[in-house]
Structures are given as structure tokens and as C-alpha cells.
């Protein structure tokens, strides 16, 4: 494809050149155009990633005092302990229980050469120091998904992914893009983000769902049990243990939406790095094929996949309550950004 010459006033011209000598005085090398514009893009991506963590860890500050507002008025001094606590939990799920409830999926030894060249070709693009390992997911849905991993994070394909592709419904432009969005959530560190953003949601939930079921457990020991005052206490806890327990869940419950707005500002951030990696519109495509293509299967079938919050593509929620609790946004917006981009190109 030929080059466009991309026409500017002689003011903005000599503003730019004015730029890149500075910048070349500070390197002490002359630098090209292109070194320029890839510097001042690098200070761009630095900047978003910047911006990025802050709201990550803005979230997550929210929610620690949503939840545990106690600790910040009877016992302030315990807050950074509150943090850090928040910080393990968060780095043992994404980095240790993450991968160890996925070792199902394995490397992807057989996937086509030219797949396997592209996630290492993106990876290095992206600037990755540590390749992502190609694994698959033995599964018929279209998807994709990306999980962390030591020392390196994990790009999942589904089979149902690569035979769609090897039956020519996918381009490998398209594909390419999709390997870039799981590529981008690991060079953002999004999981990390997440994981950190929904750590103590988590706990409450954990807890909430064993204080109900203890309290379930408590109540119908009671049954069985002579009447008396041990009968009598015996209830009474478990149906203080199952109202707490539900209580807490509802604390996780609205704690999660600030974390899954989180999620879904991730998914837009790697659409546009995935673009930026590949074209705008194949991200798009590739975004509309898997809708399309996944909106054939049966809703149950969707419900089945693990870990069915970290695809690429969701189970489709289809009222406005559930969507506050999608980790994904909606296909059509998704589509329709990336659409906007490759028209302005």
C-alpha cells in the first residue's frame, strides 16, 4: 500500500521539527521521524498505563473502605495492613489458584505455525520480555482468553477458535487480533488490576457463603434435636449465621460492580491496543464473527464455560441489573469504537 503524505501547516511542521531536535539533543543522537513519533507514542502508553494503575488502585481503595469502613474509624492503624492483606490476596488468586484451576488447559503443541508465529510476533511488538506460553481449550465455543502464569502469563485459544479459523471463517488478520487483546491484558497486567480491585469482594463472598451454609447446617441440626434451651440456642445462632452470612454477600455483591466497571474499561483499553497492534478493523470483524458465531450455541452450552467471566466473549446477560455485573461491555459497542477508528484512518 502506498504512503499517504499526511498534509499539515508550516507551523505545525516547524512545532514537530522543533520537537525532535530536543529530543535528539537529549539522546545525543539524531533521531528519525519515526524514532519520534514511536518515542512520543511510548511516553502516550506509559502515561495511559499510569493512568490506568491509578484507577485500578483507586477502586480498590473505595472498596477496602466500603467494606471494612470499621477498620478505617475504630482501628486506622491497621489501614496499610488492610492494603497489603488486600495485595497478597490478590497476587496468590491471579498468580497461583488462577492457573492451577485452568491446568486443564494445556500448550497448544499442535497449533498451526503461522498461530503460534503470531503470538510471538505480537508479544515482542507489544514489547512483552517474557513471551506468553500458547495453550488450548478443548472446547466447541469461539474464544479466547488470557491467564497469568509463572514466569510467564497464558493466551488460550479454544479448539472450536482454530477450527473456525482452519475452515477459513476467520482471517488470520482477524485471528491476529484477537491474539493481540489477550496479549495487551497481559502486558497491562489487567488480571493483576482486577484481582487486586476485587480481592476483598472476594473474602466477603467466601465468607458470606460459608456463614450461610453454616447457618443452614446449625438451623436444621436444631431440628433434630429434643426441645429445649440447646434447641432453642442452636437456631437462634444459625439463623444469625445465615443473616450475616447474606448480609456479607450483599456487601460483596455491590462491592463487585465497582470492580467489574473496572473489567470493562480493561476490555475497551485492549481492543485499542490489539488495533494498535494489528488494524482497528479487524478487531472489529473479529469481534462480530465471535458474536455471531457464539449467539448459534445454546445459552446453556455458554453457561458451561469455565472461568466464563475471562473470555473474550460473554455469556450475554440480558437485563440492565445484570449488565452492572458484566465483566465485558456489550459486543456493539466494542464493535462499533473500533469501527469509529478505522474510519478516521
Not at 251 to 270: G, I, P, V, W
Request: charged share 25%; proline share 4%; glycine share 4%.
Amino acid at each position: 500500500m502506498e504512503e499517504q503524505q499526511i498534509p499539515v501547516s508550516r507551523e505545525v511542521y516547524e512545532r514537530f521539527a522543533l520537537l525532535r531536535a530536543r529530543l535528539s539533543a537529549r539522546l545525543k543522537r539524531k533521531l528519525t521521524w519515526d524514532e519520534t513519533v514511536e518515542l512520543l507514542l511510548e511516553r502516550q502508553r506509559r502515561k495511559n498505563e499510569i493512568i490506568s494503575w491509578a484507577y485500578s488502585v483507586a477502586i480498590f481503595v473505595a472498596i477496602t473502605w466500603l467494606l471494612l469502613w470499621p477498620v478505617y474509624v475504630f482501628a486506622p492503624a491497621l489501614i496499610p495492613l488492610m492494603y497489603a492483606i488486600g495485595l497478597v490476596i490478590a497476587a496468590v488468586s491471579v498468580y497461583i489458584l488462577g492457573p492451577w484451576a485452568l491446568r486443564t488447559y494445556k500448550p497448544f503443541a499442535d497449533a498451526p505455525a503461522e498461530v503460534a508465529q503470531s503470538v510471538e510476533e505480537l508479544a515482542a511488538k507489544a514489547g512483552m520480555k517474557n513471551l506468553p506460553v500458547l495453550t488450548v481449550s478443548e472446547t466447541e465455543e469461539i474464544n479466547a482468553m488470557a491467564y497469568c502464569g509463572i514466569p510467564r502469563g497464558r493466551v488460550c485459544l479454544t479448539r472450536g477458535l482454530i477450527r473456525a479459523y482452519e475452515e477459513g471463517r476467520f482471517s488470520l488478520a482477524e485471528l491476529r487480533a484477537i491474539i493481540a487483546h489477550e496479549i495487551a491484558h497481559l502486558k497491562h497486567q489487567d488480571l493483576l488490576k482486577f484481582g487486586l480491585a476485587l480481592s476483598w469482594a472476594n473474602v466477603f463472598e467466601y465468607a458470606g457463603n460459608e456463614s450461610v451454609r453454616m447457618g443452614v447446617r446449625m438451623a436444621n441440626a436444631s431440628e433434630g434435636e429434643d426441645e429445649g434451651a440447646f434447641a432453642i440456642v442452636t437456631a437462634i445462632a444459625g439463623w444469625f449465621s445465615a443473616a450475616a452470612g447474606s448480609l456479607l454477600l450483599l456487601l460483596a455483591k455491590l462491592a463487585s460492580a465497582l470492580s467489574l466497571h473496572l473489567s470493562r474499561r480493561h476490555e475497551l483499553e485492549a481492543d485499542d491496543t490489539a488495533a494498535e497492534l494489528t488494524r482497528p478493523g479487524d478487531m472489529a470483524a473479529a469481534l462480530e464473527k465471535i458474536t455471531t458465531m457464539n449467539a448459534q450455541l445454546e445459552q446453556r452450552e455458554l453457561d458451561r464455560l469455565p472461568y466464563a467471566d475471562r473470555w473474550q466473549i460473554q455469556p450475554r446477560n440480558t437485563t440492565w441489573a445484570d449488565r452492572l455485573w458484566d465483566t465485558h461491555p456489550p459486543s456493539e459497542v466494542r464493535v462499533a469504537r473500533q469501527r469509529s477508528l478505522a474510519a478516521a484512518l
